[in-house]
T-cell receptor, first 117, second 109 residues
């Protein structure tokens, strides 16, 4: 149980295009989902937290108009990188918390590697 | 959330126990100690968590000192597949989780 999927696993796009990344909780309802980005040899950096049906809360320094997050249902959150540029190239990882569990461990997706040319 | 301090890297021989320490001297009473690991180019994986008592599951054991200011994650029989970055996090399980730099564990044959 507690499986989180991400799609796509890898994407290469041209500068100026928008890219959508999906994060799904496959066997539980994710009351809260998180989006992280990770640069090579660095730790995960939290970008934003989203709760189903409400606006995402962005961390300081993360542009909400650049990184659009939609948590439309209890099993799906999407991150759209708008007008992507080479500096947006990174490893994007989502995670989810199961609101039915007694404890609040996070379950992570496998990540999406974005390369902007 | 309390700040945690971990060694940057550690080595372990295959088949031996890997003991990964974590200091969390400012941990508050309602913060749990969570451990995650991240194998190269994959998403992190939850390992174990605890509050006061030592915990064991199929992956690892967690030893928390009585004053809760430090803990040790134990992988009883490390394999090459346990090579990863291990993150120790003190977390109330509330709004968000902040990852530190973690410990890069190298398991050597």
């Amino acid at each position: 149980g507690a499986v989180v999927s991400q799609h796509p696993s890898r994407v290469i796009c041209k500068s100026g295009t928008s890219v959508k990344i999906e994060c799904r909780s496959l066997d539980f309802q994710a009351t809260t989902m998180f989006w992280y980005r990770q640069f090579p040899k660095k730790s995960l950096m939290l970008m934003a937290t989203s709760n189903e049906g409400s606006k995402a809360t962005y961390e300081q320094g993360v542009e909400k108009d650049k990184f659009l997050i939609n948590h439309a249902s209890l099993t799906l959150s999407t991150l759209t990188v708008t007008s992507a540029h080479p500096e947006d190239s990174s490893f994007y990882i989502c995670s989810a918390r199961d609101g039915q569990r007694e404890f609040n461990e996070q379950f992570f997706g496998p990540g999406t590697r974005l390369t902007v040319l | 959330d309390a700040k945690t301090t971990q060694p940057t890297s550690m080595d372990c021989a295959e088949g031996r126990a890997a003991n990964l320490p974590c200091n969390h001297s400012t941990i508050s009473g309602n913060e749990y100690v969570y451990w995650y690991r991240q194998i190269h180019s994959q998403g992190p994986q939850y390992i174990i968590h605890g509050l006061k008592n030592n915990e064991t599951n199929e992956m690892a054991s967690l030893i928390i000192t009585e004053d809760r200011k430090s803990s040790t994650l134990i992988l009883p029989h490390a394999t090459l597949r346990d090579t990863a970055v291990y993150y120790c996090i003190a977390d109330t399980g509330g709004f968000k989780t902040i990852f530190g730099a973690g410990t890069r564990l190298f398991v050597k044959a």
